[in-house]
């Protein structure tokens, strides 16, 4: 069946360093691709997505591409902000037939420092 | 996007009661989606609502331990029956975008704490 691995938290850094939190995934159709990010106390929200590979979704300061050949999905942001601290989950939808079922990975806590 | 209420926002339950989460969008949509968040976990499916039909239970989830209702295209239920403690999670409606690309929307969830 489908599934996400994503890289282990919690991942702490300061302001303005570099972020990248990996993603890999498994599939037998062609995903879409998604990181939703969860601030403390709020529910889920998108982040960014990307439907077809080569594809690289975009939001807020942080880029994901979608890599096929790798089966990849990775987050990265240039520059983190304390605001930035929450959790991070990536997540695929098989695109097969109306299956609209998301499969999500542990999720990553990050943490930014002042 | 839609936008999703969820009540109640949090709740503290006693072992061996039921719980009723309502959720309610702000526009029709055929198929709702509740999922389950244990402490430090990532989400899980618990089943599909579609208005008009029995909901779509994943494996490990049955009708029983969690009754889905959906009266209409706009509000669904979901009841924790008979709690334990393992029950205690934020509790997720979510909703299909309008695009076929799979993404969801969701609820702000329900925490529920089971004593």
């Known amino acids: 069946g489908d599934s996400v691995t994503q890289m282990e938290g919690p991942v702490t850094l300061s302001e303005e360093a570099f972020l990248t939190i990996n993603c890999t995934y498994t599939?037998?159709?062609?995903?879409?691709l998604f990181w939703y990010v969860q601030y403390p106390g709020e529910g889920l929200q998108l982040l960014l997505k990307a439907t077809k590979a080569d594809d690289k979704g975009s939001n807020k300061g942080f880029e994901a591409t979608y890599r096929k050949e790798t089966t990849s999905f990775h987050l990265e942001k240039g520059s983190v902000q304390v605001s930035d601290s929450a959790v991070y989950f990536c997540?695929?939808?098989?695109?097969?037939?109306?299956?609209?079922?998301?499969?999500f990975g542990k999720g990553t806590l990050l943490t930014v420092n002042p | 996007s839609a936008v999703i209420s969820q009540k109640p926002s949090r709740d503290i339950c006693q072992r061996g009661t039921s719980l009723t989460i309502q959720c309610q969008v702000d526009s029709q949509v055929t198929m709702m989606f509740w999922y389950r968040q244990q402490p430090g976990q990532s989400l899980t499916l618990i089943a599909t609502?579609?208005?008009?039909?029995?909901?779509?239970?994943e494996s490990g989830f049955v009708i029983d331990k969690f009754p889905i209702s959906r009266p209409n295209l706009t509000f669904s239920t979901l009841t924790v029956s008979n709690m334990s403690p393992e029950d205690s999670s934020i509790y997720l409606c979510s909703v299909s975008g309008l695009m076929n690309t799979g993404e969801l929307f969701f609820g702000e969830g329900s925490r529920l704490t089971v004593l």
């Open positions: 599939a037998t159709g062609y995903p879409s």
């Open positions: 997540a695929l939808s098989d695109r097969g037939g109306s299956n609209y079922k998301l499969t």
């Open positions: 609502a579609n208005q008009g039909s029995e909901a779509t239970y």
